[in-house]
């Protein structure tokens, strides 16, 4: 690892307007303020992930560091370059994949994508060849090499594009939800993708809404809201802020829905979320004081069957609910 230059993506009060007109006959002007200031930066060699609910503004971040989106107000380094006015000289040592995006040819094979997509990076023709074969193996596509995409699965497309955005052998990769639709088994597969090539030296900074796929990738995460950083560190540091914090989860036959809300009025129990099923209802409760709550628990419920209780520390999920799900009113 570098020594130099170890925070290779600075972000400093970056502020993002969109300027709209809603509406088909009475155009009005309508402003949504994306980025409030955000502030955060990444060091050389980490997984970095951007975590937040819809409309955060994790997206519109990643288009301003690969070049696509102007900020408002604000500073960005990436590479010690300036996306917006460094654009061309930093795309070379860039490359990013965002969810749901079609660039890749279907009527193309795995190969001629690759080579496609080489072309424009100006990859030496006398290159390409063995680093397209080394990468269509990095994604374990190199048996469909010359199949057209448009007979792959979602999960072999996702792979191709991971493909697609190293052509260029980038030294940072953007990537916007890269497991979203895949089954389990293809997105774990995509996981250890992401790990080998950061052992190889490659920044990453991804976003996902799954917080597990965070707490297994991710050196440092950062967790969003409308704009604004809430907080920025290691999913174990993170998870230790909330150490006072338990998790209390039961399921209970026999019970109303509005029985289940008054727990929400005592002080020491937070977050109550339940789901109810056939027969029973999932509950689960934060609570600073889990021994004052299984009694309260019971004391509330009389008269119903209470089953599988657990008294756990909290997940990144759960730190999630508490840090971002509880704010929303
Ligand atoms: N081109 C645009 N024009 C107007 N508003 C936009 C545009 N792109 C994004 N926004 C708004 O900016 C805010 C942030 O959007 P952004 O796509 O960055 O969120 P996100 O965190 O990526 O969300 P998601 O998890 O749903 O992908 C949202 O309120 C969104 O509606
Ligand atoms: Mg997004």
Request: one cysteine or more; proline letters at 4%.
């Amino acid at each position: 690892m570098s020594t130099i230059n170890n925070n290779i993506i600075n972000v400093s009060q970056v502020k993002r307007t969109y300027k709209t007109e809603v509406g088909i006959i009475k155009k009005k002007k309508k402003e949504v303020d994306a980025l409030k200031g955000l502030s955060f930066s990444v060091n050389k060699g980490e997984i970095f992930g951007l975590l937040g609910p819809n409309g955060a503004g994790k997206t519109t971040m990643i288009k301003i560091l690969t070049t696509m989106l102007t900020p408002s107000s604000g500073e960005v380094s990436v590479l010690g370059l300036n996306p917006v006015t460094d654009a061309k000289k930093l795309r070379p040592h860039i490359n990013f994949i965002l969810g749901g995006e079609r660039n890749l040819y279907w009527r193309l094979s795995a190969y001629d994508n690759l080579a496609y997509f080489s072309d424009l990076y100006k990859i030496p023709r006398s290159e390409q060849h063995g680093r397209i074969q080394d990468l269509l193996e990095l994604v374990g596509l190199q048996d469909v090499a010359h199949q057209r995409v448009e007979t792959f699965s979602k999960g072999m497309k996702q792979r191709l594009q991971i493909a697609r955005g190293l052509v260029n052998n980038p030294e940072i990769l953007f990537l916007d939800e890269p497991s979203i639709g895949l089954d389990p088994v293809s997105a774990r597969k995509l996981r250890e993708i992401i790990r080998q090539l950061n052992d190889n030296g490659t920044t990453i900074l991804l976003t996902t809404h799954y917080m597990f796929e965070a707490d297994e990738l991710c050196d440092r995460i950062a967790f969003i809201d409308k704009g604004e950083l809430i907080e920025v560190d290691s999913p174990q540091n993170i998870k230790q802020k909330t150490n006072n914090v338990s998790v209390v989860e039961f399921s209970v036959i026999g019970i109303e829905a509005t029985k289940i809300q008054e727990f929400t009025h005592h002080p020491d129990i937070h977050h109550v979320q339940f789901e109810q099923q056939e027969f029973l209802t999932k509950v689960k409760l934060h609570t600073t004081d889990p021994q004052g709550a299984v009694p309260i628990i019971y004391e509330n419920m009389k008269g119903a069957i209470i089953q599988d209780l657990s008294i756990t520390k909290p997940s990144l999920e759960d730190v999630y609910v508490q840090l971002i799900g509880g704010k929303v009113s």
